[in-house]
């Protein structure tokens, strides 16, 4: 007799991409096998996303069409985990009678159990699973790492940031930090499996440590996974400009194995605006910290994330951000129009731009960004990178794809290589041909 099989499709952020790469290990540890084709699977899962309102849509859309799985191939349950189900979990029941299953984001690790009662008959579908979104993983918890020669290390789950416009504290509970030992043994882990690029991921790195006895710093823990062996790259993703600290830059500029790289999320740079969306820091904060960080870690690449339209944005005010975009220079960057949700201190808030409004702006914003993003890739010709090779383009010209260390993975572009026998997860030197925007063409350079 045949295994059952599952198929899990994950939505959204890293840190949803973890909890499906959890859900996928314990299945596999309860006897099931995981497919990557859900025509072929008993159980399909649709790990969903529900920050904003794009988001919410694509979930939506997302099981429908693997509802037709169930309809018509060989599917015989729907699951739907993460952050839709928890919160919506009661509503979807209603709404959605093909699924079988919702699991909220503290209870997935539960699926095995889960799918086990329905199928014994114990529980009448549609079950609604969705408790106290207070779930912390550990080391001890499996996964099934689906990355090519990277992977994400969670340090902490939630938020207790409390921004205007964000539902994530309401979906994933309060920030808290997992210990350095844990995180520790499970880098050694993933490093002993393969990986070589290490990304942290947190709804806020730099506040990791807070939580816990003897208040760690995100400093210390960059160096001691710095001494894990088999790690080459380590890349920090979501830190909070504010909290990012000298002692935190130094470390980033000594160790070779810290990615000169910082996602730093800082949302807008209108003073009025930032109180509104109750961030912690000033714009004068904001610039500071940007210069400080260019002058310790001397070649850093910078990402960032940007909110237009934010209720009571005034034409002056998102001038001011535009301003800001031309003369901070981001290496890459990403703008969100904002998305009023339910439950958020800015949903009732006066002065709601209109949407065709707020697609203008993000436009204007990408226009300058893209023209910045231009210069800083034909800049970087004729220089030598390190590039990991991830796998094969597909491109005759151009048939190897691989990521340099001013590029994360899925948000920023990638490096094209011509020509060497290379093999997948090797880091090899290439000289920067061309540029292409966000893209970067390459041939591997002479030793």
Same mark, same amino acid.
């Given at each position: 007799?045949?295994?059952?099989?599952?198929?899990?499709?994950?939505?959204? $952020?890293?840190?949803?991409? @973890?909890? /499906?790469? @959890?859900?996928?290990?314990?299945?596999?540890?309860?006897?099931?096998?995981?497919?990557?084709?859900?025509?072929?699977?008993?159980? *399909?899962?649709?790990?969903? $996303?529900?920050? *904003?309102?794009?988001?919410?849509?694509?979930?939506?859309?997302?099981?429908?069409?693997?509802?037709?799985?169930?309809? !018509?191939?060989?599917?015989?349950?729907?699951?739907?985990?993460? $952050?839709?189900s928890q919160r919506y979990?009661?509503?979807?029941?209603?709404?959605?009678?093909?699924v079988d299953l919702f699991?909220?984001?503290?209870?997935?690790?539960?699926?095995?159990?889960?799918?086990?009662?329905?199928?014994?008959?114990?529980?009448?579908?549609?079950?609604?699973? @969705?408790?106290?979104?207070?779930?912390?993983? =550990?080391?001890?918890?499996?996964?099934?790492?689906?990355?090519?020669? &990277?992977? &994400?290390?969670?340090?902490?789950?939630?938020?207790?940031?409390?921004?205007?416009?964000?539902?994530?504290?309401?979906?994933?509970?309060?920030?808290? /930090? +997992?210990?350095?030992?844990?995180?520790?043994?499970?880098?050694?882990?993933?490093?002993?499996?393969?990986?070589?690029?290490?990304?942290?991921?947190?709804?806020?790195?730099?506040?990791?440590? +807070?939580?816990?006895?003897?208040?760690?710093?995100?400093?210390?823990?960059?160096?001691?996974?710095?001494?894990?062996?088999?790690?080459?790259? #380590? +890349? *920090?993703?979501?830190? &909070?400009?504010?909290? *990012?600290?000298?002692?935190?830059?130094?470390?980033?500029?000594?160790? !070779?194995?810290? $990615?000169? %790289?910082?996602? #730093?999320?800082?949302?807008?740079? /209108?003073?009025?605006?930032?109180?509104?969306?109750?961030?912690?820091?000033?714009?004068?904060?904001?610039?500071?910290?940007?210069?400080?960080? +260019?002058?310790?870690?001397?070649?850093?690449?910078?990402?960032?994330?940007?909110?237009?339209?934010?209720?009571?944005?005034?034409?002056?005010?998102?001038?001011?951000?535009?301003?800001?975009?031309?003369? /901070?220079?981001?290496?890459?960057?990403?703008?969100?129009? %904002?998305?009023?949700?339910?439950?958020?201190?800015?949903?009732?808030?006066?002065?709601?731009?209109?949407?065709?409004?707020?697609?203008?702006?993000?436009?204007?914003?990408?226009?300058?960004?893209?023209?910045?993003?231009?210069? #800083?890739?034909?800049?970087?010709?004729?220089?030598?990178?390190?590039?990991?090779?991830?796998?094969?383009?597909?491109?005759?010209?151009?048939?190897?794809?691989?990521?340099?260390?001013?590029?994360?993975?899925?948000?920023?572009?990638?490096?094209?290589?011509?020509?060497?026998?290379?093999?997948?997860?090797?880091?090899?030197?290439?000289?920067?041909?061309?540029?292409?925007?966000?893209?970067?063409?390459?041939?591997?350079?002479? =030793?």
């Amino acid at each position: 007799m045949s295994k059952k099989s599952a198929y899990i499709l994950s939505l959204g $952020c890293p840190k949803n991409l @973890v909890d /499906s790469e @959890v859900m996928s290990a314990l299945l596999a540890r309860s006897g099931w096998s995981v497919t990557g084709r859900p025509d072929r699977a008993d159980v *399909i899962v649709v790990n969903t $996303c529900a920050f *904003i309102l794009p988001a919410k849509e694509e979930s939506v859309e997302a099981i429908l069409r693997m509802a037709a799985f169930k309809k !018509k191939g060989r599917c015989r349950r729907l699951v739907v985990a993460g $952050c839709l189900s928890q919160r919506y979990g009661a509503e979807l029941a209603r709404e959605l009678p093909e699924v079988d299953l919702f699991l909220g984001t503290g209870d997935f690790p539960d699926i095995p159990a889960q799918l086990e009662r329905i199928d014994a008959g114990r529980g009448k579908a549609p079950l609604v699973r @969705v408790s106290e979104p207070l779930y912390l993983m =550990d080391a001890a918890v499996p996964r099934a790492v689906s990355t090519p020669f &990277y992977g &994400y290390l969670k340090i902490a789950e939630g938020c207790s940031n409390r921004c205007a416009y964000c539902v994530i504290p309401s979906i994933r509970g309060p920030f808290r /930090s +997992r210990p350095m030992d844990d995180l520790a043994a499970e880098a050694e882990r993933l490093a002993a499996g393969g990986t070589r690029e290490m990304i942290l991921i947190a709804q806020d790195t730099t506040a990791w440590g +807070r939580d816990l006895k003897g208040r760690p710093t995100l400093n210390g823990l960059l160096k001691r996974l710095c001494a894990v062996e088999g790690l080459r790259w #380590i +890349r *920090i993703l979501y830190a &909070y400009p504010r909290s *990012i600290t000298a002692e935190l830059l130094a470390t980033m500029a000594a160790e !070779k194995k810290v $990615c000169r %790289y910082l996602d #730093i999320p800082v949302q807008h740079i /209108s003073d009025r605006i930032l109180k509104a969306m109750n961030r912690k820091g000033t714009s004068a904060c904001i610039r500071r910290r940007i210069a400080e960080i +260019r002058e310790a870690v001397p070649g850093v690449a910078l990402r960032t994330s940007l909110i237009v339209g934010f209720p009571g944005e005034t034409e002056e005010q998102f001038e001011e951000l535009l301003d800001f975009v031309r003369e /901070s220079r981001f290496e890459s960057l990403g703008v969100f129009p %904002y998305s009023p949700e339910e439950g958020t201190a800015a949903e009732g808030m006066p002065g709601q731009v209109p949407d065709g409004e707020k697609a203008r702006r993000q436009a204007l914003i990408m226009e300058a960004q893209a023209a910045i993003a231009d210069e #800083i890739g034909l800049a970087r010709i004729g220089s030598v990178e390190e590039v990991l090779i991830e796998g094969t383009s597909g491109r005759k010209d151009f048939p190897w794809r691989g990521r340099t260390r001013f590029q994360a993975p899925e948000i920023d572009g990638i490096t094209y290589v011509r020509n060497g026998a290379l093999v997948p997860g090797e880091f090899v030197r290439c000289r920067i041909t061309a540029a292409a925007l966000y893209d970067l063409y390459a041939e591997k350079a002479d =030793d």
